[in-house]
């Protein structure tokens, strides 16, 4: 209850920030019909400049958030990274996927050493995806020492993100002084149109906050929807069954609540929808995915046996025509092989509340004998209920804080300032 209050005064706050010219879908004025269309069109484009909610992801995903692909505007300089991004994760998915297997059964032999294990779904694949990604950009396997740097700085973008702590720019800044002195080890070339500055923050926020974060909560949605049903966790090894699964997880918890376009141009969809440049448009995810779909709040992977993904409201990397995820091939693959390596070793239990935003890093218990914990279940819910409670408040005073913050820093309002030039088409 308290909770469902907390977010509900969170959204205002974001409004707020955003102003009046921001809006957001699908509403009574473009529905879940015409939701892709208005979302793909070529005039909703801009990434940064003008939305006041720039300033606080600019604040969040520190430091370097002016050459993240993510926040780039479209221009020469967003090819570059694009083009540097995709050439990073591509390779044969046999590859992709050994690597992901090897990756978690080097982190699960060294963390989980009890019978029953309680972990923190998150905590528990950050330093795999940290292995992980590190090896994707370095081309060998990733030293401790790298790996507590990657793990500390992405937990640190993740946790302010969430609002549940406050930002530590010194632990981020950490990471950046060792990558600094690695770039000349980088497996492929870096875009040639950022400073050598540019190119470390390129691979911090990419590789090592976005990457690592969206993994490892991808994968705490997955296992814990796969400990709440049994029944589904039987019938991984079914790769057709496992799209399904995937596609379920994705389509209830997407990782992105709210993605947002700027216009840079007016927008006519028909002669009653207009909007003119410099609109805010916010395209809500799981309002999206909980339309065209009987029963759309039920976790049933069985729906999609008779649904494409092609067709249905379901858009978890994002829209083919205006820049969608570059992992959207790697990701199911990376993520198919470490899930089977859990699940070869354990069996999963959980009696929390699975939320999209999952502020508890999903409690579990990891299991290897195949019992059943019931009074270790019970104590969960019960701590599950109370955690829920104290970390709402924290969470809006921590969210009010950093909000206040990143207005008085005005990082990205800054940059555009001084940086005229970027990058209008
Ligand atoms: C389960 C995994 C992931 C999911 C569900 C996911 C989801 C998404 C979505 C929905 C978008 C589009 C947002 C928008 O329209 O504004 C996006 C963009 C992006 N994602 Fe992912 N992502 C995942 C993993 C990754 C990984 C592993 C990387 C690693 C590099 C990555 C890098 C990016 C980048 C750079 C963008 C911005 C693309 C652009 O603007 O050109 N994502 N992601």
């Known amino acids: 209850m308290l909770s469902r209050l907390v977010v509900a005064l969170r959204a205002k706050v974001f409004e707020k920030v955003n ?31 003008g939305a006041g909610l720039s300033d606080l992801f600019w604040y969040w995903l520190s430091p370097g958030p002016e050459v993240h692909q993510e926040h780039l505007e479209a221009g020469p300089r967003y090819d570059d990274v694009a083009r540097a991004t995709r050439t990073f994760l591509a390779g044969p998915g046999d590859a992709l996927a050994a690597a992901a297997t090897r990756c978690t059964a080097k982190v699960l032999d060294e963390m989980i050493t009890e019978p029953v294990t309680h972990v923190r779904l998150r905590d528990l694949m950050m330093p795999v995806w940290a292995e992980y990604f590190y090896e994707l950009v370095f081309g060998e396997p990733c030293p401790r ?71 490892s909560e991808g994968m705490a949605h ?27 997880t994705f389509r209830l918890y997407p990782l992105f609540g709210i993605a947002h376009r700027i216009t840079t141009a007016d927008i006519s969809l028909d002669e009653h929808t207009t909007f003119p440049a410099g609109s805010v448009l916010c395209f809500n995810y799981p309002a999206y995915h909980a339309t065209g779909y009987p029963n759309p709040h039920e976790f049933d992977p069985g729906r999609w046996e008779h649904t494409s993904a092609r067709t249905a409201h379901h858009i978890p990397f994002g829209i083919a025509a205006n820049r969608p995820c570059p992992a959207w091939r790697l990701s199911p693959i990376a993520m198919r092989a470490a899930t089977r390596e859990v699940l070869r070793r354990f069996t999963l239990h959980s009696s929390v509340t699975h939320t999209r935003s999952l502020p ?31 970390r709402s408040v924290v969470q809006l005073v921590l969210g009010t804080v950093m909000v206040l913050h990143a207005h008085r820093l005005r990082l990205a309002s800054r940059y555009f300032e001084t940086h005229q030039h970027q990058e209008i088409p």
């Open 222 to 248: 997955l296992l814990l929807a796969l400990a709440q049903h049994p029944e589904a966790a039987q019938r991984v090894d079914d790769d057709r069954y496992f799209a399904h699964v995937l596609d379920e």
């Open 19 to 49: 102003g009046d010219n921001a809006i957001t879908f699908p509403n009574d004025q473009v529905g879940p019909d015409r939701f892709e269309e208005l979302y793909g069109h070529p005039a909703a484009n801009g990434r940064s400049r």
């Open 145 to 215: 020492e790298a790996r507590d740097l990657i793990v500390g700085h992405a937990d640190d973008v993740v946790t302010s993100l969430k609002c549940t702590g406050l930002r530590h720019p010194a632990r981020r800044a950490r990471l950046t002084r060792y990558l600094a002195t690695r770039l000349a080890d980088v497996r492929h070339p870096l875009p040639e149109t950022l400073s050598p500055t540019e190119q470390v923050h390129y691979l911090q926020g990419t590789y090592f906050n976005t990457a690592v974060v969206q993994m």
């Open 360 to 390: 508890s890093r999903g409690p579990c218990l990891l299991v290897r004998d195949g019992s059943v914990p019931r009074r270790r279940l019970v104590l969960m819910r019960v701590r599950d209920r109370w955690e829920d409670v104290w």
